[in-house]
């Protein structure tokens, strides 16, 4: 399976089964997105036989839908809730992806999920590594996942 | 008889998802308990008797490994029964993991079903 397979299909499962959300992935982005506004990215660092970066940068609207389907309570600001919620969505998306690239994970191992978020800010990745960014539809918009890695 | 549970997991809401997730399955505890990482779930162990664990593997401060590793060499905790809820299933660190001691994985994402197929050999 290649990489815009597997976030294709992880990415479904993971709203499909933890938030009852259906998606559907668009072609992939020709060009990375560095710049995000108004925006929560969660991130998970690989490392080993792979190194680079899983990451869904979230709409905020999106994001505290998401929190408040999770949590099941009202979410008004984007809080540590927030960031935690899409950190987690990055570590399950990470998890799929490390089973995929290896056999049975050997030799990768993920980073502590950690998330930010802003008014504006700029994420950087790997400058020389292959990778993928795939946008996502949902009732409310879209959002991104990427992964990018260097073997 | 009411039963207590541990969750043991660094995400605020997975802990919360899990303890949801019990309830959808048709579990009733008397008490669930949370740890943001090993070292702390085993403070709390050292305190409260619990039934059964559920921990995440990739956790800061101790992570669920050592974790199983702590709890074995510890008599008065070592039968308590640990399912391992984690993104890293199918892996080496799941299967050694396994050979520690834990007695059921739960893949993440998974559904009150998946939680009650594996919980229900133990309570």
Known sequence: ?151 | MEKKVLIVDDSNTMRKIVARSLRQAGFEFEKVLEAPDGQAALDLLAGEAVDIVLSDINMPVMDGIEFLRQKNADAQIKGIPVVMITTEAGTDVLREAMELGAVGTIKKPFTAEQVQEVLGKFL
């Open chain 1, 1 to 151: 399976m290649d990489l815009m397979n597997c976030i294709s299909e992880a990415t479904q499962e993971i709203f499909q089964s933890m938030l009852a959300f259906e998606v559907q992935p668009g072609a992939p982005l020709v060009e990375r997105q560095k710049m995000f506004r108004d925006t929560v990215s969660g991130m998970v660092g690989m490392a080993g036989l792979y190194r680079g970066m899983l990451a869904i940068h979230v709409p905020n609207a999106i994001a505290k839908n998401i929190t408040s389907t999770f949590l099941c309570i009202e979410v008004e600001d984007i809080d540590d809730d927030v960031k935690d919620a899409i950190g987690e969505l990055a570590n399950m998306l990470a998890g799929s992806v490390k089973s995929m690239l290896t056999d049975n994970g050997k030799d990768v191992k993920l980073a502590i999920p950690s998330a930010v978020c802003g008014r504006e800010y700029e994420v950087e990745c790997l400058a020389d590594g292959d990778g993928v960014v795939v946008p996502f539809q949902l009732e409310g918009g879209e959002f991104l996942v990427e992964c990018f890695l260097q073997k």
